[in-house]
């Protein structure tokens, strides 16, 4: 593993007492073909709050996953990231989601409210053959998903559905969803 620090903080101070560090790795494989991996993790303090990996398969295939995400204990957050560029096999894509999640149980505050209250997620999603974007209760009057083939007329309306997989088929698998556990950081 590799790590960039600019400076040791001052005193006794540890690298994860900057505000924002990065911590990065890179490896190459040497076979058929010659892959270089790059992965990364963004915390904030010792609360890793971002990962990315990024994978060229020489010569032609690039594809790029990543997550974000925290747990403030009352509220979360995660995101995720797909994405592939694969000329040879005329394969390009990708997708963004996005979800908030309020944990009303951590207030404490009245029994049998739901312990836990989600967002709908938002979410895009584009490939070879056209996009989707899903569109959750809140935005607008619509509530489902809206996709377009390209060259198609219009835009075809999905009310009540968040399925895009007809446009994530074939994107490397996204990173790994954040798991709520309450306390637990990991320290570098």
């Known amino acids: 593993m590799s790590q960039a620090v600019p400076l040791k903080p001052p005193g006794d101070g540890e690298r994860r007492d900057y505000a924002f560090s990065l911590d990065g790795e890179l490896s190459v494989t040497f076979g058929k073909p010659v892959t270089f991996t790059a992965e990364a993790q963004g915390f904030l303090y010792t609360m890793e709050i971002a990962n990315a990996k990024l994978v060229y398969k020489?010569?032609?295939?690039?594809?790029?996953?990543?997550?974000?995400?925290?747990?403030?204990?009352?509220?979360?957050?995660n995101g995720k990231l797909s994405a592939i560029v694969d000329p040879k096999n005329n394969r390009f894509g990708g997708q963004i989601s996005s979800g908030l999640t309020l944990h009303l149980s951590a207030?404490?505050?009245?029994?049998?409210?739901?312990?836990?209250?989600?967002?709908?997620?938002?979410?895009?999603a584009i490939n070879?053959?056209?996009?989707?974007?899903?569109?959750?209760?809140?935005?607008?009057?619509?509530?489902?998903?809206?996709?377009?083939?390209?060259?198609?007329?219009?835009?075809?309306?999905?009310?009540?559905?968040?399925?895009?997989?007809?446009?994530?088929?074939?994107?490397?698998?996204?990173?790994?969803?954040?798991?709520?556990?309450?306390?637990?950081?990991?320290r570098g």
């Open 58 to 77: 020489i010569p032609d295939q690039v594809s790029l996953t990543g997550s974000s995400g925290f747990d403030l204990g009352i509220v979360s957050y």
């Open 107 to 124: 207030l404490g505050l009245i029994p049998g409210i739901p312990s836990d209250v989600t967002i709908p997620t938002q979410a895009i």
């Open 128 to 186: 070879n053959t056209g996009f989707g974007v899903y569109i959750p209760p809140g935005l607008v009057p619509f509530v489902g998903t809206v996709t377009y083939h390209w060259g198609d007329a219009f835009p075809a309306l999905h009310p009540f559905s968040s399925d895009l997989s007809q446009f994530t088929a074939g994107l490397p698998a996204a990173a790994a969803d954040r798991v709520r556990t309450r306390g637990e950081v990991r």
